[in-house]
């Protein structure tokens, strides 16, 4: 299956069939923005949690996950996770359960289930674009909260700190939970990134590292209390 899609890759195409092709992939493209953007435009505050779709609902991090989206609720804000099982799930059962706000952004993979009962179903969106759902989860999103996870924590973790680092975004909080699961990681920017002059000290404050739901949430609440902004529903 691998060895054909690599194939099929290296195949002359005339360029009729490429004009064709690239213009109908544009058009889904255009289609999976405009239905997230009128999805999702009236949500309200959101934090988008991330972590691990392997996690066991019996985990640690997957009962401390469905506490942090308790309390965010109780704060005001909706959950968005990538709505399938693993620690999305217990982003997505925390909400429902404590009468939130509960928003599934799926994504088509060929060796992964996907789509689980705790989002609200007029809130559950699924993408064959892994860069529009990353879209999704920054422009309705008021903070991040990053559990453990594998590569794709890790992508939505630094795509979320480089683009507040480069200015594209305006700040808002990142939140890092699991002090075990990411002191190595932080170390070797430290030691790594820093020593060499690819980022600068301040850079590593642009997220804080915490093993608690309240001190995770209470990081999001003071951020915006500073600014005397609170969530609208």
């Known amino acids: 299956m691998k060895e054909d899609r690599i194939r099929k890759a290296f195949e002359n195409k005339d360029w009729n069939e490429i004009k064709v092709t690239d213009s109908w992939q544009i058009l889904k493209i255009m289609a999976e923005f405009v239905d997230g953007f009128e999805k999702l435009a009236k949500i309200g505050p959101c934090v988008s949690i991330f972590g691990s779709a392997r996690t066991k609902a019996d985990h640690r991090y997957y009962l401390l996950t469905e506490e942090i989206a308790r309390l965010l609720t109780k704060q005001g804000y909706g959950v968005i996770s990538g709505g399938g099982p693993g620690i999305m799930e217990a982003a997505n059962k925390g909400a429902f359960e404590a009468g939130g706000k509960s928003v599934g952004l799926g994504i088509e993979l060929p060796f992964e289930a996907f789509e689980n009962k705790y989002i609200d179903r007029d809130k559950l969106l699924e993408f064959k674009y892994f860069f529009v759902r990353k879209v999704m989860f920054m422009k309705y999103a008021q903070g991040f909260i990053a559990?453990?996870?594998?590569?794709?924590?890790?992508?939505?973790?630094?795509?979320?700190?480089?683009?507040?680092?480069?200015?594209?975004?305006?700040?808002?909080?990142?939140?890092?939970?699991?002090?075990?699961?990411?002191?190595?990681?932080?170390?070797?920017?430290?030691?790594k990134m820093l020593t060499a002059g690819n980022i600068k000290e301040e850079d590593l404050n642009l997220f804080r590292l915490v093993d608690t739901a309240e001190d995770a949430v209470a990081h999001i609440v003071k951020f915006y209390e500073k600014y005397i902004i609170k969530p609208n529903f």
């Open 147 to 191: 559990m453990p996870g594998g590569f794709g924590t890790l992508d939505e973790f630094f795509e979320a700190v480089t683009l507040i680092q480069t200015g594209k975004v305006a700040r808002f909080p990142i939140v890092l939970v699991g002090t075990e699961y990411w002191k190595d990681l932080i170390e070797w920017t430290k030691d």
